[in-house]
C-alpha cells in the first residue's frame, strides 16, 4: 500500500479560521547587530520554587495506586505520565468599528500516556509503512476546583483507558513484528531514557479588566473602515495564562506557567479579477506594561490599508527563475520551512517520512557561512519577544540551546523522547497542542551569518546578481504568510511558500513596482544551497506553527538574505469578482452614505 501524502502547513494564525504563522516584528526590523553575537536576552535566574498543586498532589497519590498494578499485568506498564494543563483566556475581537465578542474562559485539560512493554520496544512501535497507533483519545477535559477524590477520579478513567488503548496496540505489534521487513532506523529504541526533574515554579492567572481592550478594537476596526477597498477588517486580542502540571512514574513532578499577550489585525480585500489579497500584522508581548501604544497600532493599521491598497492594483507576475532578496522577517519563515520542519527528529525515523536530512550529519547543507541553532531558554532577541521559550518540554525535559547546522554543516536534529540512531536522547523539543501527543518540533530557531553586509549593501548586490544572470528584474519578498512543506516518502522532497508583499526591483534603475500572484516553491536542498550573502540585522517572525502534534508557539529569527536563483509560480486564485456596490460609507448615493 503506497503511504499517505504527508504535508507539513505553516500558515498564519491572524483569522479566527485555522491560519497557522503569524509576524509580529516592527516593519523596520530589529537594531544592527553583530550576527555572531546577537542579543538574545539569556534566561531568567531560576525563580524561588512556589508550593506545589493540590493537583500535583492528586496526581501523584493516584500515579503511586496505580503504577504497582499497571506494571504487573500483562502486558506491563513500565511509563505513566498525567499532565493536567489549566487555560485561563479572554478573547476580544472586533469588525469594521464594532464589537463581535468579548469573552473570559478557565478549562482545564487532562492526559494520561500510559507506555506498555520497555523503553527498547512499546506500544508506540511503528511496524512496516502503518502509522503508530493513536491512543484511544487525547485526553479529557478535567474539573476546574483541586478536589482531590474528583481529580483522582477523572485521572484513575482517563488511565484505564489508555492502559487499554496501549495494550491492545502492543499486543499487535508482538504479533506482527516478525513478519513485517524491519527498517534500520526502526531499530533504534522507542523510548528514551531521561533523568527526573522536580520543579515548583509560581502559578499564573490573569489579573486585568478587558473592557478597555474593547474600546480598543472598536477604535482600530473603525479605522480600517475608511479605505473602500477593505471589504473587512478584524482585530483580536487575547490574553492567556496557562499553567502546566506534569507527574511522571520516572519521578518527575513539574509545574509552570506563562502569559502571553497577543494583538492580531487582519484586513482583506479583492483584486478586478476576483483574487483575494490579505494583509496581517500581530503585536506579541508577555509584560503587560510592554502592550503597543494607540499611536504604534494606528501607525501600523496606515500601513497595512496602504499596502492592501496598492496590492489590490498590482500587475499579475508570471511564473520566472532568477534571484530573490527575501527580508529578515520572510527569510525567517523560509528558515522555519525549509530547514526547520526536515530537521524535526521523529522525521528521520518514520519510514513513511522521505528522511532527507537523516544521513546529513557531518556534511554541507548550507553555505559555510551559515549557522543555525534552536534555543527555548531565550526569551528575546533585541528586545523582540520570542514565543518558542519554554522551561520544560511538554515531555518533562529542560529545554536547551541546541546547535543544528555549524558553519554550513548539519550537527544535530530537534529531538524528543523518540530516540533515533546516534541519538538517544532528548535535547528538550517533545512538544504538543494540548489534546495531542507530543512529538520533536522547533522552539526558537535562530539563524546566524558570518557574511554579514549592510542591507543596502545587500541590495546592492541583489542588483548586481540580476544583471550579471541578464534578468530584467529579481523579486523583493517583504513579508510571507507562511507555507507547508512536504516531507513524505514517495512525492517531491519539495516546499510551498506564501508571500504577501512582493516588489519586483529592476536591473535598469527604474522604481520597484508592487505585484502579486505568486508562490515560492522548490526543493529543499538545492534552495538552501543558493544563499549567498545575507544583512546583518535580525528580525524576528513570531507564530503559531500547525503540525503533527497541532499547533505550538514558535519564532524564528534570521537576517534578511539572497539567494542567487528562486522559483515563483502562480497563486491559486478565486474566481469571484469583487463586490457590485461600494461599501455604504463609499456609496454617494446610498443614504448615509459619504456626499
Not at 83 to 96: E, F, I, W
Not at 403 to 430: A, C, W, Y
Amino acid at each position: 500500500m503506497k503511504p499517505s501524502v504527508r504535508l507539513v502547513f505553516c500558515a498564519l494564525l491572524i483569522l479566527p479560521v485555522a491560519l497557522l504563522l503569524s509576524a509580529t516584528e516592527a516593519r523596520a526590523g530589529g537594531t544592527a547587530a553583530d550576527p555572531a553575537a546577537t542579543a538574545a536576552t539569556p534566561p531568567a535566574a531560576a525563580p524561588t520554587q512556589a508550593a506545589p498543586s493540590p493537583a500535583i498532589a492528586a496526581m501523584s497519590e493516584e500515579l503511586d495506586r496505580e503504577m504497582p498494578i499497571l506494571s504487573k499485568a500483562d502486558p506491563p506498564a513500565y511509563f505513566i505520565r498525567y499532565t493536567l494543563t489549566s487555560s485561563d483566556r479572554m478573547v476580544v475581537s472586533g469588525s469594521n468599528g464594532a464589537l463581535l465578542s468579548s469573552d473570559h474562559n478557565f478549562s482545564r485539560w487532562l492526559e494520561a500516556q500510559v507506555r506498555v512493554g520497555d523503553y527498547t520496544l512499546d506500544d508506540t512501535h511503528q511496524v512496516g509503512n502503518a502509522p503508530p497507533a493513536d491512543p484511544a483519545s487525547y485526553g479529557r477535559a478535567a474539573p476546574v476546583e483541586n478536589d482531590p477524590s474528583v481529580l483522582r477520579r477523572a485521572v484513575w478513567a482517563e488511565t484505564q483507558k489508555q492502559y487499554r488503548a496501549a495494550a491492545e496496540s502492543y499486543i499487535k505489534i508482538e504479533t506482527s513484528k516478525d513478519v513485517q521487513a524491519q527498517t534500520t532506523e526502526g531499530t533504534a529504541p522507542d523510548f528514551s531514557k531521561e533523568q527526573p526533574h522536580v520543579f515548583y515554579g509560581p502559578e499564573v492567572a490573569l489579573h486585568f479588566d478587558r473592557t478597555p481592550w474593547e474600546a480598543k478594537v472598536r477604535l482600530y476596526t473603525a479605522k480600517f473602515r475608511e479605505a473602500p477597498q477593505i471589504i473587512n477588517s478584524i482585530v483580536t486580542f487575547s490574553a492567556e495564562a496557562e499553567n502546566e502540571y506534569q507527574v511522571s512514574s520516572e519521578g518527575s513532578r513539574l509545574q509552570f506557567g506563562n502569559i502571553r499577550y497577543r494583538l492580531e489585525l487582519f484586513i482583506q480585500g479583492k483584486a478586478p479579477d476576483g483574487m483575494d489579497i490579505d494583509r496581517y500584522y500581530n503585536f506579541d508581548w508577555t509584560d503587560p506594561a510592554k502592550a503597543p501604544s494607540d499611536a504604534t497600532v494606528m501607525a501600523e493599521c496606515a500601513t497595512l490599508r496602504k499596502e492592501l491598497e496598492e496590492l489590490v492594483a498590482a500587475p499579475l507576475v508570471d511564473p520566472v527563475v532568477g534571484p530573490a532578496l527575501l527580508t529578515g522577517r520572510a527569510a525567517a519563515v523560509f528558515f522555519h520551512e525549509v530547514f526547520g520542519h526536515p530537521d524535526e527528529g521523529f522525521r528521520q525515523k518514520d519510514i513513511n517520512e522521505g528522511q532527507t536530512f537523516a544521513k546529513k550529519i557531518g556534511q554541507p547543507l548550507l553555505p559555510d557561512f551559515i549557522s543555525i541553532y534552536d534555543d527555548p531558554t531565550v526569551h528575546e532577541i533585541n528586545g523582540t519577544v520570542l514565543l518558542g521559550d519554554y522551561p520544560f518540554d511538554d515531555e518533562g525535559v529542560p529545554s536547551e540551546r541546541v546547535t543544528l547546522v555549524d558553519h554550513g554543516i548539519l550537527k544535530d536534529f530537534e529531538m524528543s523522547r523518540q530516540p533515533i540512531l546516534g541519538f538517544p536522547n532528548s535535547n528538550g523539543h517533545g512538544r504538543r497542542q494540548v489534546g495531542y501527543q507530543p512529538v520533536s518540533r522547533q522552539g526558537n530557531l535562530i539563524v546566524e551569518s558570518s557574511h554579514a553586509v549592510s542591507n543596502a549593501e545587500l541590495r546592492r548586490m541583489f542588483i548586481e546578481e540580476i544583471k550579471k544572470q541578464g534578468k530584467p528584474f529579481g523579486l523583493f519578498i517583504d513579508d510571507i504568510e507562511g507555507g507547508f512543506t512536504m516531507t513524505g516518502r514517495g512525492q517531491p522532497q519539495a516546499f510551498q511558500v506564501t508571500p504577501l508583499v512582493v516588489y519586483k526591483v529592476y536591473a535598469d534603475g527604474r522604481p520597484d513596482e508592487m505585484v502579486r500572484g505568486v508562490d515560492i516553491v522548490g526543493t529543499r536542498l538545492t534552495a538552501l544551497g543558493k544563499i549567498i550573502a545575507t544583512g546583518d540585522t535580525p528580525e524576528v517572525f513570531n507564530g503559531y506553527c500547525g503540525a503533527e502534534s497541532g499547533s505550538v508557539p514558535v519564532a524564528a529569527v534570521s537576517p534578511a538574505i539572497l539567494i542567487s536563483e528562486m522559483e515563483v509560480q502562480k497563486k491559486e486564485t478565486a474566481t469571484d469578482r469583487p463586490p457590485i456596490l461600494p461599501p455604504p460609507a463609499h456609496d454617494p448615493e446610498a443614504k448615509g452614505g459619504q456626499q
